[in-house]
């Protein structure tokens, strides 16, 4: 059974820094591409960034230069830094495993971004 449990969320003012971890079982980590999502109030899931087991990344341009995703297959582990945060990044942020058509999904962990 794929578990995903985020963590690291919280309240951060603007321009402040937080890392997500979310740590994988169940799953061949090294076989599935991992990625963070994140869901506003009133919007839609967005892509945030994701990572292959090669650590080749994709970045959505919202966060290109401020944010970045890492992963330890060790561990079983992927990473969200995120630096330079805007209230707009006020989000609950998802952790996903996918392979082929097959994804799981993290229950999500809150981030907010206020003064």
Do not use: H
């Not at 740590?23 to 991992?34: E, L, R």
């Not at 999502?37 to 919202?62: C, F, H």
Request: charged share 15%; net charge positive; aromatic share 10%.
């Amino acid at each position: 059974q794929v578990q995903l449990v985020e963590s690291g969320g919280g309240l951060v003012q603007p321009g402040g820094s937080l890392r997500l971890s979310c740590a994988a079982s169940g799953i061949i980590f090294s076989a599935y591409v991992m990625g963070w999502y994140r869901q506003a109030p009133g919007k839609q899931r967005e892509l945030v960034a994701t990572i292959t087991s090669g650590g080749r990344t994709n970045y959505a341009d919202s966060v290109k230069g401020r944010f970045t995703i890492s992963g330890d297959n060790v561990k079983k582990t992927v990473y969200l830094q995120m630096n330079s945060l805007k209230p707009e990044d006020t989000a609950v942020y998802f952790c996903n495993a996918q392979i082929g058509s097959y994804d799981a999904w993290g229950q999500g962990t809150q981030v907010t971004v206020s003064s």
